[in-house]
């Protein structure tokens, strides 16, 4: 990422002539999460349900937390919630932090499964519209840059809570390559995200696996009094 897009160590320290510069909004579609309210969710999984997103699954310093806050909502009352159900490769910014202890504002987090997550509000979702032939690689990496973050941080607006607005980050301001590029940027990155998403979700599955067997020892329903050590 340093080599293509910040100090252009690639390109003989300059910026190519045949570069763009544009804003978030060129490379990537925006959207606020949907607002759900809190006496719909559910607070312990069920069949048919959404996972929902919301902060607690994005990282200091960016990242996907599949052990963050633990909220679902039934499939049946998401008929008209359609563009908010998360896909793999959506990339999910936190969109507020506390005044007196910023973290994650502006972080991003990529997400790794499709259909099984549905966004909350105060995240923003980023789905990359192909411009150019960038990616959700370049606009993941993009985000949790320190360069990147420091800018739309400064454009915070600030109270209790400090806040982004979506008309901020959309107008970020990012280098667009040329498509042959791009090209080649993703498929140095793509492949070591990819193994990034596959091994989050094999810790998600033994997670889920842990629980289950933690639970039926709990109640008695699994005995492990005769195995040997």
Known sequence: MTAFFIDFSHFGGQVPADWEQGTLQDIAD????????????????????FHVF???????????????????????KCASLSKYILRKGDILMAMT??????????????????????????VGLLRSNGYKSTSYA??????NSFDFLKDLRSRANSGVQVNLSSTEIKASPVWIATDAVNKEFNSLTEPLLTMIMTNDIENQRLASIRDTLLS??????????????
Request: hydrophobic share 35%.
């Open 30 to 49: 925006f959207s606020n999460g949907y607002a759900f309210k809190s006496k719909e969710l559910l607070d312990a999984p069920a069949p048919d349900c």
């Open 54 to 76: 919301k902060q607690g699954h994005i990282n200091r310093g960016g990242g996907f937390n599949s052990n963050g806050t633990k909220s679902w909502y039934p499939i049946s």
């Open 97 to 122: 932090d506390m005044k007196d202890n910023v973290a994650i504002l502006g972080n991003t987090a990529l997400m790794t499964v499709d259909n099984q997550y549905i966004v909350n509000q105060r």
């Open 138 to 143: 370049y606009i993941y990496l993009l985000t």
């Open 216 to 229: 039926q020892l709990m109640s008695g329903e699994l005995d492990v009094s005769e195995l040997s050590l």
